[in-house]
């Protein structure tokens, strides 16, 4: 293994995620067959119909119980195993190069892990930033790739103008096909990130959404009079930090976060607010399995 | 006008620019902090408007202090105020003591400048179109500004009262006040067309109020109505207490002439007993000192040791006091050269009066010429030319002088009368303004001129006259004796002398025998008489220790022979010279200091005076409070409780407005929301 794995990705997290699998929640067509089974027509149904055999199909498929009671020729449809298209897209924009560990290292962690998930199930993995000036990241699929995939998980830096609008459209034009996309951002644009959201939705992927906020924005530990200098544009706000104003704040990041989700949840986008101060076991393991993106 | 302004209220005018623009520097210094997205700190500033009820007001908050401080400013320049005394009426007459008293220092730093302030208050509240009078009083009244509406004007010419030393009347200064504010009463005639328009004016009297009450007064359209009282304001404080020298002269000791006996007269106008160390200086050297013991409201005499052999000096009594009033902790006196009287007396021989003329007494203020009528001729000259101060012409008259035939050719005689003051015994002057009657027997004497100094302390109801004629009493004139048939003794001014007639004669020759007239010159009274009429008509000062004057009092020096002008010097030192009067006589009316006045000529010392105040009522500063002042029969309040004239409210205005700036500052950098 290379040296990565110290720092995004522990060994025991490994072993954990090897067990693990990506759940989409709508039916994709994969271009290869893969590990996995496609949900067709109701939950839990390998079966899915029979139909008349023609030359040429798979005589493995055919229904030899049928062919003995009707003397006709059924081949039975299954369905398909196929593979999945499992993108993260991670926002290099500086704002999330804040926090301790910062948000951008937590998303990477997480990246990293989910991607894992999906090598490990032979599941195409493109991980991508939303910086539209670096060069678009090849897929990934199967164990070996799994350096390589940290390798250049490990390479993303913040900075760059990133506009979160900006690099989402960027993504879908490049990306075409359908999948999983998990959309790691701190949502912190200045244009608002519903037209973002709305390119992913109008591609029909299967869209999550983690919103991940340093504890240092949730619980600011500031008084005093402040000079706010935005770390993107430079934009200053003057404020006098005082009780009643961080309750203000408070409020106001509860009311942001809280629009997310309902803009999320109206869409069919599964929204998660992650902190980046928990480890990222805890939200695969915890909330990603509960929210059903993974399956362990 | 100059603002009335302090330099410290000047600086701190000036120190307002400065400061406002020191609020720019002292832009609240922010501490700058990258977060990573302004975004939701903006949303939160945002909400805060949005969410909150005073939004709009808290949006345009800093509009809002600006437009309050603009009205804040507006309000000021408006000027509000409300008025402490109602200033009703449009005419004003302020009178301001300036008596001694008024420069009594319980109210810093004087009452005098304590009553200007009031004044001030009082023009700077009147209003356009009305018109103040201005009247500065002491014992004599001075209009320091007549009527006008010039503010400014008023306000100069208050300033430029001054303190006087003088004692106090309300008298005068009500009359002058009247004059412009009921002329119709100047008006001899009922058709007499009055010089101005009688005018109602308010009355408004500055004062300690240590005045006596003006009785024979009808203050007229100095009482326009009810609303328009006169307004008495008492200037200083209750419980004032001082001590003063009412008395201080010298008296010579009966026993032994020479020496001299100053004594004092000190008195304590205060609650509490005081003892105090007097000073007596001789010319500036301390004599004696002496601790008195003063009870408290009460008057003590201090009697000092006899100075012995003083030709002339100047003394000064001082106490230690360290009281509201210093000017009359000081007091002087003077003891002058004995001044004898030269006198020259015309007569063909009478024992008795000669014998009067003649004692040591008489001898210490008179040097007497006797001479006979036919010696008069050498003398003629020295009379005229005002060498003796008194003439006595018994029984003769003045030479006649030669003069030119009139037109008829008869020779008129005409008569010179002496540069002196004279005495006719049993004759006519030779003026034609004196008349006598024909000559009646045993006129009884009814009445005696006792107020007249030639007359003081004479009694003559013993005394008997055989045969007079009695006078005609001539223009200005004044019967020192009075008669049943007439006067028998009058006198009267002659330019700047006077000239007294007894209308009978001592003694009458007859047949080679001498016989009396009169009994007079056997009774005790005669001597006196001689002796009143040496000092009186003499000018003679037999206590030699000068006569003490009064602030305000005039100086009429007397036997200053053949030159025009004498010099005054004034205790400050200031030389003041003065002529000659059309009457021939010396008048010094500047008396307004305290203190030792030289007089002199042609570089001699001709004597000394001294002017203190001596006034109790002075002394006594207490203001009056609580008993009126009796105008006529108007009661005229001490309006204690009347303090300031007007509140200004402009300055209060202004602090708020710059106290206004200073939040807006802070608003506007502290992005205060609440």
Not at chain 1, 206 to 214: A, K, N, P, R
Not at chain 2, 12 to 27: D, G, K, N, S, T
Not at chain 2, 578 to 603: A, C, K, P
Request: proline share 5%; glycine share 8%; with cysteine.
């Amino acid at each position: 293994m290379p040296d990565t794995q110290s720092t995004l990705l522990s060994p025991q997290m490994l072993a954990q995620l090897e067990r693990m699998e990506l759940v989409s929640r709508k039916i994709f067509r994969g271009r290869m067959k893969g590990e996995r089974r496609s949900k067709r027509k109701g939950q839990s149904v390998e079966f899915s119909d029979f139909r008349n055999y023609v030359p040429g199909d798979d005589l493995r498929f055919l229904d030899w119980n049928l062919y003995a009671r009707l003397d006709r020729l059924f081949l039975k449809m299954f369905l398909e195993e196929e593979d999945l298209h499992f993108y993260a897209l991670i926002d290099t924009s500086a704002s999330m190069g804040f926090g301790e560990p910062t948000k951008l290292y937590f998303a990477k962690q997480l990246a990293a892990a989910l991607g894992f998930i999906g090598l490990v199930r032979s599941d195409r993995v493109k991980i991508e930033t939303l910086d539209t000036a670096q060069r678009p990241a090849p897929a990934l699929r199967g164990r070996h790739n799994l350096w390589r995939m940290l390798e250049m998980v490990e390479a993303i830096e913040p900075g760059g103008g990133t506009s979160l609008v900006e690099g989402v459209k960027n993504f879908t034009l490049r990306n075409t096909g359908k999948g999983i996309v998990v959309l790691i951002t701190d949502l912190l644009d200045k244009n608002g990130y519903e037209a973002a959201l709305r390119y992913l939705m109008a591609r029909d992927y299967d869209v999550y959404v983690v919103h991940v906020l340093s504890p240092e924005e949730i619980d600011p530990d500031v008084t005093g009079d402040l000079r706010l200098i935005d770390c993107e544009d430079a934009d200053e706000a003057e404020v006098t930090v005082s009780g009643p104003l961080l309750k203000r704040y408070r409020e106001t990041l509860a009311a942001f976060v809280e629009g997310a989700r309902h803009f999320c949840a109206r869409r069919d986008i599964t929204y998660m607010r992650a902190d980046s101060g928990t480890p990222v076991e805890e939200l695969i393991q915890g909330y990603l399995q509960k929210r059903g993106l993974v399956r362990g | 006008m100059i603002p009335m302004l302090s330099l410290w209220q000047w600086l701190v005018l000036a120190a307002v620019p400065p400061a406002i623009a020191a609020l720019y520097f002292l832009r609240l210094r922010r501490r700058p902090i990258e977060v990573p997205s302004t975004y939701l700190w903006k949303k939160t500033i945002e909400d805060l408007h949005v969410n909150s009820l005073w939004q709009r007001l808290r949006k345009n908050i800093l509009l809002l202090l600006q437009l309050l401080l603009v009205l804040l400013a507006m309000i000021a320049l408006l000027r509000p105020g409300w008025s402490g005394a109602e200033m009703t009426g449009n005419r004003f007459v302020f009178l301001v003591d300036n008596s001694a008293s008024m420069s009594a220092t319980d109210v810093e730093p004087t009452r005098l400048d304590d009553a200007k302030l009031r004044v001030r208050e009082l023009i700077e509240a009147m209003e356009e179109g009305d018109e103040a009078m201005i009247i500065s009083f002491s014992n004599f009244a001075q209009t320091v500004q007549s009527f006008t509406g010039d503010r400014r004007a008023l306000l100069q010419r208050l300033e430029g009262i001054q303190p006087t030393a003088r004692t106090t009347s309300l008298d005068e200064a009500l009359q002058a006040a009247a004059g412009l504010a009921n002329p119709g009463a100047s008006g001899f005639e009922m058709g007499d067309v009055s010089v101005a328009e009688a005018q109602p004016a308010r009355l408004f009297i500055f004062s300690d109020g240590r005045f006596p009450d003006v009785e024979n007064f009808s203050l007229g359209n100095l009482y326009p109505s009810e609303e328009q009282k006169p307004v008495f304001v008492p200037i200083g404080f209750g419980d004032t207490s001082n001590l003063a020298i009412t008395t201080f002269s010298t008296r010579r000791n009966e026993n032994s002439p020479e020496s001299i006996e100053p004594f004092a007269r000190l008195e304590n106008h205060g609650a509490e007993p005081a003892k105090i160390e007097a000073s007596l200086f001789v010319d500036d050297e301390l004599f004696r000192a002496r601790e008195v013991s003063l009870p408290a409201g009460k008057a003590t005499s201090v009697v000092f040791d006899a100075l012995e052999q003083i030709g002339s000096a100047d003394l000064r009594l001082e106490i230690k006091t360290g009281d509201a009033l210093a000017i009359d902790d000081k007091a002087w006196a003077v003891v002058n050269s004995p001044t004898r009287a030269r006198v020259l007396y015309v007569t063909v021989g009478n024992r008795n009066l000669e014998t009067c003329l003649t004692t040591t007494r008489a001898q210490r203020i008179a040097d007497v010429t006797i001479i006979a009528p036919d010696q008069l001729k050498p003398y003629q000259k020295s009379i005229n030319d005002g060498a003796y101060e008194l003439v006595i012409y018994e029984d003769v008259g003045p030479l006649p002088e030669k003069s030119a035939p009139d037109k008829d050719g008869n020779t008129k005689p005409t008569y010179r009368m002496p540069q002196a003051n004279t005495l006719f015994i049993g004759r006519l002057p030779p003026i034609d303004s004196w008349k006598a009657e024909s000559a009646v027997g045993g006129p009884q004497i009814i009445d005696l001129h006792r107020a007249h100094p030639m007359m003081k302390i004479l009694d003559m109801g013993d005394v008997a006259v055989a045969e007079a004629k009695p006078l005609k009493v001539p223009p200005g004139g004044t019967t020192l004796i009075d008669s049943s048939a007439g006067p028998l003794f009058v006198i009267a001014p002659r330019g700047g002398y006077e000239d007294a007639v007894l209308a009978f004669s001592l003694q009458e020759s007859r047949e080679g025998e001498t016989l009396l007239n009169t009994d007079w010159p056997i009774r005790t009274s005669f001597p006196l008489f001689v002796k009143n009429m040496l000092e009186y008509l003499g000018g003679a000062q037999e206590d030699a220790t000068g006569t003490g004057y009064r602030v305000g009092d005039v100086v009429t020096p007397r036997g200053v022979e053949a030159v025009d002008r004498l010099t005054v010097t004034m205790p400050s030192g200031e030389p003041i010279e003065i002529g000659r009067t059309s009457l021939g006589t010396f008048h010094f009316t500047g008396t307004d200091e305290v203190g030792v006045y030289r007089l002199g000529y042609e570089g001699k010392s001709y004597g000394r005076c001294a002017v203190n105040l001596f006034s109790s009522a002075e002394s006594r500063i207490q203001p009056r409070q609580d008993d009126p002042i009796k105008i006529g029969h108007v009661e005229v309040e001490g309006a204690s409780l009347w303090r300031r004239g007007r509140k200004e409210l402009w300055k209060w205005l202004l602090l708020a407005a710059l106290g206004l700036l200073l939040l807006e500052w802070y608003v506007y950098n502290r992005r205060v929301y609440i």
